[in-house]
């Protein structure tokens, strides 16, 4: 089994620029589609951004799409969202997720990957 874990969370400024990173160990995520999601307090874990296991592909929630890019550095076996242009309702638990080639994006996209990291708090102050 693949074993994710996150980092680079913080507390940052409205505006501000934070990367996170998931590190996997185990199996390669050379064959595996990654993403990741969010959830603040009272609300539904949301999806953020998805890459495919050969990096063609990528896919964003709504509410992310501009500020945050994801991808991922299979040499370093890790995946990376950057996120830009903070904004305090981006405060949330940040958790990366993987799952072998093979199962349809519109699953995964809510919440169908089979392997999770703990997460990592982002923390955006206005």
């Known amino acids: 089994q693949v074993q994710l874990v996150e980092s680079g969370g913080g507390l940052v400024q409205a505006g501000d620029s934070l990367r996170l990173a998931c590190a996997a160990s185990g199996r390669t995520f050379s064959s595996y589609n990654t993403g990741w999601f969010r959830q603040a307090p009272g609300k539904e874990r949301e999806f953020v951004a998805g890459i495919s296991w050969s990096g063609g592909m990528t896919y964003y929630g709504d509410s992310v799409k501009g500020r945050f890019t994801i991808s991922r550095d299979d040499a370093k076996n890790t995946v990376y969202l950057q996120m830009n242009s903070l904004k305090p309702e981006d405060t949330a638990v940040y958790y990366c997720?993987?799952?072998?080639?093979?199962?349809?994006?519109?699953?995964?996209?809510?919440?169908?990957?089979?392997?999770w990291g703990q997460g990592t708090q982002v923390t955006v102050s206005s």
């Open positions: 997720a993987a799952d072998i080639r093979g199962s349809p994006w519109m699953d995964l996209r809510q919440g169908g990957f089979r392997s």
